[in-house]
């Protein structure tokens, strides 16, 4: 650079309280790395959208998806089928969860009896299965849908049906 480029006042520091302001181009190393940064975000930004074809909103569809085969919706509750194998399944899930409320004999203690045929919310297996999912948190039962996932509620289901009617 000529001599007569750099160092050269502005003019303006009377309009700023008297502090003078040097018209100095940047150094080339700062030039180039700004540069540098404004090519690499056009390039990531190709990779990233049209190349590899990822987004947010992908990655959120694709969350969305995982969360409905592991939480089904509360308007659609899993109706597992009344087997010997879901039974014992669910017998050992209910030994886990709900015998301190229902007890062991499922003839309650903290929770209603649920064998004396009178059901507070429904007695139908896609009854219980949706109580169990939803829970009643007015009386304390928790929503187990998201804890026990839809295999694990279809048998618990499965044998407090079969508990509560033997025939």
């Given amino acids: 650079m000529a001599g007569n480029e750099k160092d050269q006042l502005l003019g303006h520091g009377a309009d700023n309280d008297g502090i003078d302001e040097y018209d100095n181009p940047l150094p080339d190393w700062w030039l ?36 409905k085969v ?50 507070i919310h429904g007695g139908t297996l896609a009854d219980i299965t949706n109580t169990i999912i939803k829970g009643v948190p007015e009386k304390g039962m928790i929503t187990w849908g998201p804890i026990l996932g839809p295999e694990k509620v279809g048998q618990v289901s499965a044998f407090v049906f079969q508990s509560s009617h033997p025939n």
């Fill in 32 to 67: 180039a790395l700004f540069y540098f940064s404004i090519l690499f975000a056009i390039g990531y930004t190709i990779e990233y959208h049209w190349v590899s074809h990822r987004s947010q909103a992908g990655a959120y569809d694709a969350e969305v998806a995982a969360a």
């Fill in 70 to 119: 592991r939480w089904p919706q509360a308007d659609a509750p899993v109706v597992a089928a009344v087997t010997p194998e879901a039974v014992a399944a669910g017998q050992g899930i209910y030994q886990q969860n709900c015998v301190a409320c229902h007890g062991a004999d499922l003839h309650g203690g903290i929770g209603p009896d649920l064998t004396d045929g009178t059901w």
